[in-house]
Each structure stands twice: as C-alpha cells, then as structure tokens.
C-alpha cells in the first residue's frame, strides 16, 4: 500500500467524473459565472479504468465516482463497468444528490456499483429548494428508495449544515436513524476556492459541536461507536435503540489529517492532493502522450509522486483557504 511521508496509508482514491450539477447548492456552486469542463477536457471511461487499473497495481484498494453531479456523464453505467470488472476494486461506490437515481439505482448495481451516498440538506422541501437550489425533495426521496431496493446498501445521506438554512433540520434528519438503518452524516461547512461559496461558508458555519447538541437536546444522548475503519472521515454515534448511524464530519472543528487516506482525480485529470490545499499532479498529459503502455509507467510514478507529496493539516482557522478550485471541482 502507498504511504506518504506522514507515514499515512493512502489507498483510497475518489474521481470526479465531471464538474457540472443539476444542483447549485448555495455553499457550493454560484448561480452565475460558472464555466464548465469541455468534453474532450474530462477524461474518457477508458483513461478512467487505465488510472484504476495502476491505482490498483500500486496498492489502492476503494474507489468512490463523484463530481460536480457523477450521474449527469451518460457514459455512467460504461465507467462503473469497467472499474468493477478490474480485479483488486475491492470497494467501489457513488456520491449523488439521487436526483435522477431513480431510474439509474439498478442499471448501476447490476453494472457492479457496490453503495451510494447521497447528499440530502433536509427534509423539509422548501429548504431543499432553498438550500440545494433545484432541488426537488420528492425526487431525491425516490431516488433513495429506489438505490435501497436495489441493495446500494448501506445507504449513506450526507448533510451539509449551514445557518440560517437547515441548522434546525438535523433533528428530524438524525430521526430518520430510529427506523432505518442508514447512517445521517452531519458535515461541517469547507471554504473552499475563494468565491462568493467560500464567503458563505464562512458565514454560514455551524460547528458540529453545535449540531450534536440539538440532536441531543431533542432525541436524547448520542452513544458512539467502534470505527469499523480507521480512516473512516466521520465518528460515528447511535441513538438509544436506534437501527441506524448518526455520523459527524467535522474537518473544521476536529480535523482528521492524521488518519486521511484519500487521493482524488479531478475531471480534467489531474491528482489533487488534499481537498483543503491547492497543489496538484496532472496525469492527462501522460495518459494521452501515445506512448505504447498508455504511459503506464510514467501514470504509476506520477500517482506516487503525488502519494508523497500529500500534505497534511489545514489553516481555515487563521482564515486561510484554497483558492484554486471549488468543492464541485474537486468532487468532495
Ligand atoms: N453531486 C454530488 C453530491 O451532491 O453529493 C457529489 C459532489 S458534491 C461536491 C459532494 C459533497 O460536497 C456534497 O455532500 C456537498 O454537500 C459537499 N459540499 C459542497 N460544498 C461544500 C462545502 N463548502 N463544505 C462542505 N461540504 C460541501
């Protein structure tokens, strides 16, 4: 398994599929001024599963398809094939929004995807459509049940708490966990890029620390549970009698540097290294240089190259962010 010169085991590597969202999520992506990735500019499902195949080759085990929105690439249902047939994907899985997973659900279990996570702000409509910006809470929900009916199981909800917006939501948000066994996962607010999202971000924070205890407060103590990985981003609690999992992402208020092992491809194909620091490896070049083994070697050196630069730690408490890219860009 690769390891970084913070000694950390980095096998895991998400790749975002492209940077366009049926959403704008108004800590994510402005309404305005945005510029998307020309086609040719993404990679192909083909360079996708060459970058597995080596990632696997030097010992990268999980993989996860983000974006932007991953289920807006048509050639969705091609990529998730070929990845699940590469012997050594031991886990591959899908961040959505689950807009439209109702019709997507099956096609991409029999296509080999293993779990979904979905990102839900609320269930109150009127603060998805407020929050998520064309979001449409009905349709999320459909999508949902379709991905539990097909067994993208265990199904993950991913919350982005934001004040002024839904901070009064986690509650029936963290209820759901009483009958269902999914996990609710809270995360905190990331500036991220510098624009107007970065501002609000500031702006709209709310610490985890602040989430648990309206959970709490309503629903009663939170119990914490075993980490069934080390590297798992968030920590994990059950309420009393509980079937499912009520989680916290907490990068602002409880980094977890010391126990990251994520790589990320953006869509453009470049390895970004830490999605609270700007630096980056481009790969596209290599693989699209003609040379006989797909630049097979040259993609290895570059992955590992980018393994041992990876950087720890982050300065969003001096006020000090990424400037470069937004979290769309990066896929989370
Ligand atoms: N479209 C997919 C989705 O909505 O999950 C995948 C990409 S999206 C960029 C991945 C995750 O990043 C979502 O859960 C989203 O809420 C989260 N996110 C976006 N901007 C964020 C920010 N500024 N801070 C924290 N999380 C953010």
Redesign the pocket.
């Known amino acids: 398994m690769p390891t970084d010169s913070f000694n950390r085991e980095i096998d895991y590597l998400r790749i975002s599929l492209i940077d366009n969202?049926n959403?704008r999520?108004v800590?994510?992506m402005p309404l305005e001024g945005l510029q998307f990735l020309p086609k040719p500019e993404l990679l192909t499902p083909e360079e996708i599963e060459r970058v597995v195949c080596i990632a696997v080759g030097v010992g990268f085990r999980k993989f996860r398809l983000?974006?932007?929105?991953?289920t807006l690439r048509a050639d969705l249902i091609e990529i998730v094939e070929r990845l699940s047939a590469l012997p050594g994907v031991g886990d591959l899985a899908l961040?959505?929004?689950a807009l439209i997973l109702d019709r997507l659900a099956r096609p991409l279990k029999v296509a080999g995807l293993k779990r979904i996570?979905?990102?839900l702000?609320s269930l109150n409509p009127a603060t998805v459509e407020r929050q998520m910006r064309w979001g449409n809470l009905a349709r999320i929900w459909e999508g949902i049940m379709a991905a539990e009916a097909a067994g993208l199981t265990p199904i993950k909800l991913?919350a982005?708490v934001a004040a002024g917006y839904n901070e009064n939501e986690v509650v029936d948000l963290a209820r759901l966990t009483l009958e269902r066994d999914w996990h609710v996962r809270f995360?905190?607010?990331?500036?991220?890029g510098g624009g107007e999202?970065?501002t609000i971000?500031i702006k709209r924070y709310v610490s985890n620390i602040e989430t648990r205890r309206r959970i709490e407060s309503e629903l009663g103590p939170l119990q914490e549970i075993e980490a069934v990985s080390a590297a798992d981003e968030a920590r994990n609690f059950k309420l009393a009698g509980a079937r499912g999992v009520v989680g916290f992402i907490s990068p602002v208020s409880e980094p977890y540097c010391g126990t990251c092992n994520r790589m990320r491809l953006t869509a453009d194909g470049k390895f970004h290294l830490c999605l609270l620091n700007d630096d980056e490896l481009d790969v596209r070049n290599a693989l699209r240089s003609g040379v006989r083994d797909g630049g097979a070697q040259e993609v290895a050196a570059i992955l590992l190259r980018a393994v041992l630069n990876k950087p720890t730690g982050h300065h969003l408490l001096e006020g000090r962010s990424t400037r470069d890219r937004?979290?769309?860009q990066i896929?989370?």
Do not use: F, R
């Open positions: 969202c959403l999520c800590y994510c983000t974006g932007g929105e991953p961040t959505t929004n996570n979905v990102h702000d991913n982005v995360i905190e607010l990331m500036p991220l999202c970065a971000s937004s979290m769309y896929g989370g």
